[in-house]
């Protein structure tokens, strides 16, 4: 919680798809009690439902279509552009599925975070549900980390944890750490944007003291 009065962190969100990310950021993060403030969502794609979730919570929608600026190198120089225009103090990536250049996040390094739907290092890149059931893992789970030039490589923040139970699926693994996601994706962006957490080198500091690991969550127990 800010303290009254105090200025807010302001925070840009970049986007891809639906939003559930976003919307759980909105929904925890946000308002008269919340930590931040979001200076506008960023999406790579023109009408996806996330644009629709920040013209709904009153947040300014910007679109850098990818398609439109004709390859890599010019989407990354649009991406800057606007992104100098808005001044974030943190940049948090909500299900944006575009890999960013080295320049930008060396730019914000120690203030861009991401969540990925593996316990990292384990399983970066795409399809890690169905990763997880080929290869037989008892636990499967999300990582909220900071985001460096290696893909989904940055250190560790916090990870939600479960269990696979037998008859799991690709979909019902998808449904269980988007759940995990929602709880601590606002949360991780809370202890940033309150000072709780920093990186410092390539290490996480929480309330003052080098982490060896990321905060673990584990899912609630069924029964």
Same mark, same amino acid.
């Given at each position: *919680? ?15 798809? /639906?939003?559930? /990310? ?12 919340g930590s931040i403030e979001l200076a506008a969502v960023i999406?790579? @794609?023109?009408?996806?439902? %996330?644009?629709?979730? %920040? =013209? ?10 990818? =398609? ?6 010019? $989407?990354? =120089? ?5 992104? +100098?225009?808005?001044?974030? +103090? $943190?940049?948090?990536? %909500?299900? $944006? *599925? ?13 203030? *861009?975070? /991401?969540?990925h739907p593996s316990l990292l290092p384990k399983y970066p ?16 789970? %999300? ?6 030039? +290696? ?11 479960? @269990?696979?139970?037998?008859? +799991? ?35 996480? $500091? *929480? ?17």
């Amino acid at each position: *919680m800010t303290t009254a009065g105090a200025a807010r962190p302001r925070v840009a969100v970049l986007v891809s798809g /639906n939003g559930s /990310n976003l919307q759980a950021i909105i929904d925890r993060c946000t308002g008269p009690q919340g930590s931040i403030e979001l200076a506008a969502v960023i999406s790579d @794609r023109p009408e996806v439902f %996330a644009l629709e979730r %920040a =013209r709904q919570a009153g947040v300014a929608g910007v679109t850098v279509d990818y =398609r439109a600026t004709g390859d890599r190198e010019a $989407f990354a =120089r649009s991406l800057a552009a606007e992104l +100098d225009r808005l001044r974030p +103090d $943190f940049v948090v990536l %909500a299900g $944006f *599925m575009r890999i960013l250049p080295a320049t930008l996040v060396d730019r914000y390094r120690g203030r *861009m975070l /991401n969540v990925h739907p593996s316990l990292l290092p384990k399983y970066p890149g795409l399809d890690t549900y169905r990763r997880v059931l080929a290869a037989g893992d008892p636990w499967h789970g %999300a990582t909220v980390h900071f985001v460096t030039a +290696d893909l989904d490589a940055g250190p560790a923040i916090v990870q939600y944890r479960l @269990r696979v139970r037998p008859g +799991d699926t690709a979909q019902s693994l998808r449904e269980r750490v988007q759940a995990g996601e929602h709880q601590i994706y606002p949360q991780a962006v809370g202890w940033i944007a309150t000072g709780r957490v920093t990186l410092r080198e390539h290490t996480v $500091f *929480m309330d003052g003291a080098a982490r060896a690991a990321p905060v673990i969550v584990d899912e609630p127990s069924p029964d």
